[in-house]
């Protein structure tokens, strides 16, 4: 089954409001999960990675004013777009950390964003 | 940077027939690679996982290659069918858990 989770799978807004995902790790206490964008039939790229109690840390060319990172529990991770716009509009996919360094990362369903 | 590239970017076959795909990057200093599937607005589901150590892995129809010096991983799939259909995205591990993916490979398998 699912180890990962995200909510919501879709959402729209209006341009200039703030969308809040959350990403939950539903088997593991994860003191680590990351946060993904893709553009439609581009690759995925690294936003943040996300750490329990500590500040995320951003990838260069990521607006970290913009897309808040709150990692406040071992098994929730949250993403929020502020003040949205429609370039904003992407397929966001978290993902946590597998029990070890060998193993595969395990991603969340995705959530579907459109900002009109 | 490790940049990571997908070829073809497009491919449709009749069912049957066996598929290649194939991903190139160009740091060689990787921790893994990793192959995945993805269905069209879902997310991924990890298909194989090969570590830096390895030259291949197999499960069932799949069989996947790692040439690390050479910056290139191809990924089998054989008697494709139907269900195959998807697009298939290769990632590569940095040592500081970060994936570096390519931009995938979009399979038709025509019944």
């Known amino acids: 089954g699912a180890v990962v989770s995200q909510h919501p799978s879709w959402v729209i807004c209006k341009s200039g409001t703030s969308v809040k995902i959350e990403c939950r790790s539903l088997?593991?206490?994860?003191?680590?999960m990351f946060w993904y964008r893709q553009f439609p039939k581009q690759s995925l790229m690294l936003m943040a990675t996300?750490?329990?109690?500590?500040?995320?840390?951003?990838e260069q060319g990521v607006e970290k004013d913009k897309f808040l990172i709150n990692h406040a529990s071992l098994t929730l991770s949250t993403l929020t777009v502020t003040s949205a716009h429609p370039e904003d509009s992407s397929f966001y996919i978290c993902?946590?950390?597998?029990?070890?360094?060998?193993?595969?990362?395990?991603f969340g369903p995705g959530t579907r964003l459109t900002v009109l | 940077k490790q940049e990571v590239t997908q070829i073809p970017a497009a491919l449709s076959v009749p069912e049957g027939e066996n598929l290649v795909l194939n991903c190139s990057f160009t740091?060689?200093?990787?921790?893994?690679l990793q192959w995945f599937r993805q269905d069209p607005g879902k997310g991924l589901t990890s298909l194989l996982l090969?570590?830096?150590?390895?030259r291949e892995q197999t499960s069932g129809r799949l069989n996947a290659s790692l040439d690390k010096s050479s910056g290139r991983s191809t990924l089998y799939i054989a008697a494709s069918q139907p269900g195959d259909s998807a697009t298939y995205l290769c990632?590569?591990?940095?040592?500081?858990?970060?994936?570096?993916f390519g931009a995938g490979t979009t399979v038709t398998v025509r019944a």
């Open positions: 993902s946590r950390e597998g029990l070890a360094k060998t193993d595969t990362q395990y």
């Open positions: 088997d593991f206490q994860a003191t680590t």
């Open positions: 996300s750490n329990e109690g500590s500040k995320a840390t951003y």
């Open positions: 740091d060689s200093a990787i921790y893994n």
């Open positions: 090969i570590q830096s150590s390895q």
């Open positions: 990632a590569v591990r940095a040592d500081d858990y970060k994936l570096s």
